[in-house]
Structure formats: structure tokens, C-alpha cells
Antibody
């Protein structure tokens, strides 16, 4: 079964750090484009970051220099390290697969993990 | 690239046809995708590459457009279609989403 399961969310103080994880089943993260997307309470979707199969990484301007996307191929897990967190980073964070067969539309999503900066 | 959806909100009756527009601030070819999100759930991909339906998606959902102007059409709306719909472009980084269109079923 193809599945993404996020974990690691929680409450953190402003200026703090947190690492969230996305465990993949049925999707080889090493050979996939994988994104993080967030959704602030009552707001729309915001793309955060992507890691390509080759390892290239890209970020939204709002998180550049503070967030780092990475993966552990042996654990088939995607990560997002978040530093210097501000209240504006409070959101549900989703991981998703960008499927090249669908022109990089996000066809598989996790259930999300909630990060609260307060 | 900024994606602007219209309308922001629409209240519709069952069996009505609904059209949601998404306009890109510059040409993105056909790299435009549509998602449905219900409260408390993850987004669900409905349409990729402007007009390609996903297997398993109801046939009443269709997409069209290219360049800067795109539409999602829901023919014969059903009560279960109450949700927020988002467009998303993967043409160039940073990837972006539209602000969303909330559909309410009367």
C-alpha cells in the first residue's frame, strides 16, 4: 500500500527548532520528488520545500535559510528541520509525492502533523 | 508565479454545473493541477496537467486551459462535492497554490 505518515509535530516556543518526519511505504523516497506543504489554521495551502530524486533541494522564500529538507534512504523517510520558528510557522505540515507521471502533481499525501509555535 | 482563483466562495444547488477559474501571473503551459480538500482531510488530487483526470476520480470533474487561464468544471454537483478546491502549478519554482475556492452545497 502506498502511504505517507507524518510525525514529530508539537508545541515549540518562538525561536525554537523542531524536526518533523514523513515515513513512506510503497514509495521509494530516494527515487521520488517529495514536497512539504503547510496549511495555517483556517488558511489555504502553502508549498514549503521539495527534494528531487537527485538530491537538489528548493524552498519557499518564507522559510529559506531556516528550514532544511532531507531524506534517509535506508529508513525511506523524509524530514523537515525547522529552525528559528515564528508564530507564522504554525500550521499543519503535509508531506506529498510529486509524481513525474502526473507532471509533478502531488498524488499521494500524508495525514499531516501539527506544529504550533507559541 | 501567482495563481488567482475565482470565485473565493460559491453556494450552489445539487445537480448544478460549477466552474472554478484559476489564472496564472505568467504562462505555465499545462503544468496546472487541481485538488479537493474536505475539512480535516488531506488534499486529494483530481486533475493533473490541466485536463488529465485521475483514475478513480468521478467523471463529473473535468479541467481545461493552458498558458495562463484554466478552469475546473464540476457537472451535476453532488452533496459530497462540498469542499475547498485548489489549483497548483509545477511549471517553475517556487511551486505555488491558488488561494482556494470554497463550495457550499445549498
Amino acid at each position: 500500500e502506498v502511504q505517507l505518515v507524518e510525525s514529530g509535530g508539537g508545541v515549540v516556543q518562538p525561536g525554537g527548532s523542531l524536526r518533523i518526519s514523513c515515513a513512506a511505504s510503497g514509495i521509494p523516497v530516494s527515487r521520488s520528488y517529495m514536497s512539504w506543504v503547510r496549511q495555517a489554521p483556517g488558511k489555504g495551502l502553502e508549498w514549503v520545500s521539495v527534494i528531487y530524486s537527485a538530491g537538489n533541494t528548493y524552498y519557499a522564500d518564507s522559510v529559506k535559510g531556516r528550514f532544511t529538507i532531507s531524506r534517509d534512504n535506508s529508513k525511506n523517510t523524509l524530514y523537515l528541520q525547522m529552525n528559528s520558528l515564528g508564530v507564522e510557522d504554525t500550521a499543519v505540515y503535509f508531506c506529498a509525492r510529486d509524481n513525474d507521471q502526473y507532471f509533478y502533481a502531488m498524488d499521494v499525501w500524508g495525514q499531516g502533523t501539527t506544529v504550533t509555535v507559541s | 508565479i501567482v495563481l488567482t482563483q475565482s470565485p473565493d466562495f460559491q453556494s450552489v444547488t445539487p445537480k448544478e454545473e460549477v466552474t472554478i477559474a484559476c489564472r496564472a501571473s505568467q504562462s505555465i503551459g499545462r503544468s496546472l493541477h487541481w485538488y479537493q480538500q474536505k475539512p480535516g482531510q488531506s488534499p486529494k488530487l483530481l486533475i493533473n496537467y490541466a485536463s488529465q483526470s485521475l483514475s478513480g476520480a468521478p467523471s463529473r470533474f473535468s479541467g481545461s486551459g493552458s498558458g495562463t487561464d484554466f478552469t475546473l468544471t464540476i457537472s451535476s454537483l453532488e452533496a459530497e462535492d462540498a469542499a475547498t478546491y485548489y489549483c497548483h502549478q509545477s511549471s517553475s519554482l517556487p511551486f505555488t497554490f491558488g488561494q482556494g475556492t470554497k463550495l457550499e452545497i445549498k
